[in-house]
């Protein structure tokens, strides 16, 4: 108890610290202290928080490194995870998918919320009977066979490592895109900058330092996210949240869809979706008709360059020239990924720009079932990938015991739920700002922060003059979803220390995911692969040395790949759930209630559900497709990271024919007594 309560004081003083710099850089800006000093301000305060707990927390005992020595408090445990569950995707995307996805995006919240309802009752008592570190062990254990589980294990350790390497490239991307647009550097050098962040919260302390790094995280999120949301909607509704339609008083989301159907009626806003349409068809005909149109246009930019060069050009105009010349695809196979990607650009322009904001109904008012079968199987993907994600069922081993465990997932959904049920408000906050602040606007009045933007990463931020009327349409607008909630508080004219908030807990969303994600895939590779296969007489101290450099060296590489900008945020933790979902949901729920599982089993539905997983997200990828002069497929018309639908039943399937095919019924008898015990009688 004592423990608990220093605990309540420390982050206690921490919050109210916290509340203090809020209002210091509210002062400062009201002082006249420049906007790129603010930036820096909240960014270096919070990673400096940071890295005194990270270097406080540092340890070389294993059991600390690994686990937090087990005696993380529930409550304490439920706010980590929450942390670690609480994503750039989460705290960044969500809003901007709900933004221009509408309804759709809401299967995001439903499923990763129902995840950890799933966590709850299927996993998180269940594993914490057993004094494990890692998912490989609890499979290795429960499907032990001959081979006392080296064939589990090490199947195991590649798919954690896959999932995690794919989460967590998205997490250093985030970070990225913070450190480089409130600290002024490049997008690359934000990538590497960001990553001593993450270093030092993980690297010294593993486990005890980022249990209590995800707390003073959390702590930042949640204050971020509701200030903010507080601030804007008084800002924008200047005191109340109403506005007005057809004369009479309506709320915040029936006035945006009101003003999608108004926009969508409006024929400026139809001459730019039908100029976006020709842009579409003009690169399907040059698809089309490769590779001629590639050797017609080399050959135009070719001539272009040597009339500049002979006919007295500036060096300007040369140089103009060379770079035209330059960024033609490089042959047919290069020119038909850029113009897939290019014309499906347009499209998802066109899509943007059409009313989705409400329900699942057409005008007709009937339900739109295709829409409605990938909400519910993008749900089913990412519940199911919820319970299985590496670095989550990691926080079940830190607690005392296996009751504190369940509470600690309780906790956790708590805190997370906050979050969730912020994010759709400022979604709409978001819609109505963009409606009345940039919408209408004269191109003669561009705001800065478009420039501002656009400097961090080219197209995160566009407003394009595409029917030459000289006025903003909506349709014109191009925002990443992975900035709106950053980019909201400038465009609403709102002080800017608002923004600087917001990044700080974008940021923290960012560092706490990544660091679990790093810290699962070191232990994976210094635990299941070096102790328990390569070196099982290792040292606790060389196996928490091998920990670190598989730390280290994962984290490099991750920010390399990252500084490649390897795609959207969503969509790249999608791909890791999906992965999850389909590889290790069936063993794992598998090995708990069905004592008739098997090694066999566990082996072909592992590898059943990351193979089909793996081809469902390649195939339906356009980037991954066209590098094979191949167009991109769509299975049952839905979305890769909606294939879970498909590939969770294909591993449950694989799971019980292999177990009633062949090998022993009872692998693991004690795993299984163990399983059945009262939560107070578990192996601890």
Known sequence: MSFTLSLTRFFSVLTFGFLVCIAGAAIMEDYGIGRQWIGYFFIFVTLGAYAVIGLLSRTSDMHEYFVASRTVPSVYNG????????????????????????????????GWTGGFVLIALLIAPYLRKFAFFSVGDFLATRYAGPDKGRAVRLICVLITVSISFVYVIAQIYAVGLITSRFAGVEFGIGVFFGLAGILVCSFLGGMRAVTWTAVAQYIVMIVAMMVSVVALIGFTGKGDTERFVDGGPTS?????????????????????????????????????????????GYEARRKNLELARYDGSTFQEIKAAERVLTSYPKDPQDAKRKWSQEKQRYLDKVKA????????????????????????????????????????????YTTPNASQTRWSVVFALGCILVIYLASPWLS????????ENLVGLSYNEIPNWIAAWSRVTPGLATLQDVNQDGVVQFAEIGLSPDILVLITPEIAGMPFFLSGLIAAGGLAAALSTADGLLLAIAGS????????????????????????????????????????????????????FALAASSLFVPLVAGIFWSGATRRGALWAMGTGFL?????????????????????????????????????????????????????????????????????????
């Open 428 to 435: 709409v906050i978001a819609k109505v700002v963009v409606y």
């Open 525 to 576: 590779l210094s635990h299941d692969l070096y102790y328990r296969v390569l070196d099982p007489e290792a040292t606790a101290q060389r196996r928490v040395t091998m920990s670190k450099i598989a730390l280290l060296s994962a984290a490099l590489m991750a920010a390399w790949i990252t500084s490649l900008q390897p795609g959207n945020i969503v969509v790249l933790v999608g791909s890791a």
């Open 353 to 396: 720009s059409v009313p989705h904001f409400g329900s699942v109904k057409d005008d007709s008012g009937l339900s739109n079932s295709r829409a409605l079968i990938s909400f519910l199987a993008v749900a089913f993907t990412l519940m199911c990938g919820t319970v299985a994600l590496p670095h989550i069922i990691m926080r079940f």
């Open 252 to 296: 915040f989301p029936e006035y945006v869809r009101a003003q999608e159907r108004k926009f969508f009626a409006d024929p400026a806003e139809a001459e730019v979706r039908s100029v976006y349409l020709r842009e579409a068809d003009r690169y399907q005909l040059l698809i089309d008709t490769l590779p001629s149109s590639w050797a017609e």
């Open 79 to 110: 706010m980590a995870t929450a942390a670690d569950w609480m994503s750039a995707a989460s705290f960044l995307g969500v809003a901007g998918t709900l933004f221009y996805s509408g309804f759709e995006a809401l299967a995001l919240l439903v």
């Open 612 to 684: 089909s997983s793996s081809l469902c997200l390649a195939l339906t990828n356009s980037s991954f497709m066209a590098l094979f002069n191949l167009d991109a497929v769509q299975i049952g018309g839905l979305s890769g990271v909606a294939s879970g639908v498909f590939t969770i039943p294909l591993s449950a399937l694989a799971m019980v024919v292999a177990s009633l095919l062949g090998g022993r019924k009872d692998e693991a008898p004690a795993v299984m007594r163990v399983l059945r015990l009262p939560e107070s009688e578990g192996k601890v």
